[in-house]
């Protein structure tokens, strides 16, 4: 079983930027794959970036690609988002997920969720 915590949401101005956190526990996060979902009011989840366990190159959703870094730090267990030149677009609740297949899913561990808000 894995516990994942996001933190670091909050909000940010257009243009701003934002490092979300996302802590994990219960077990060692060396053999997932990690990524990054959001989800908007009044619309679906969708996948904002991953990164595998064994490898490459990490994947982004086109609309934050040159925005957004995933990166992960597997000694202190825990996966990050790095997100630069919001747009006010970019609010929505973010949540981070592990798995054991590639970068886009399906995962099947799930945080609570931690709110970004990019104001105009």
């Known amino acids: 079983q894995v516990q994942l915590v996001e933190s670091g949401g909050g909000l940010v101005q257009a243009g701003g930027s934002l490092r979300l956190s996302c802590a994990a526990s219960?077990?060692?996060?060396?053999?997932?794959?990690m990524g990054w979902f959001r989800q908007a009011p009044g619309k679906e989840r969708e996948f904002v970036a991953g990164i595998t366990w064994f490898g490459g190159s990490p994947d982004s959703a086109d609309s934050v690609k040159g925005r957004f870094t995933i990166s992960r730090d597997n000694a202190k267990n825990t996966v990050y988002l790095q997100m630069n030149s919001l747009k006010p677009e970019d609010t929505a609740v973010y949540y981070c997920?592990?798995?054991?297949?590639?970068?886009?899913?399906?995962?099947?561990?799930w945080g609570q969720g931690t709110q970004v808000t990019v104001s105009s």
């Open positions: 219960g077990r060692t996060l060396s053999s997932y794959t």
């Open positions: 997920a592990a798995g054991r297949s590639n970068s886009r899913g399906p995962y099947g561990y």
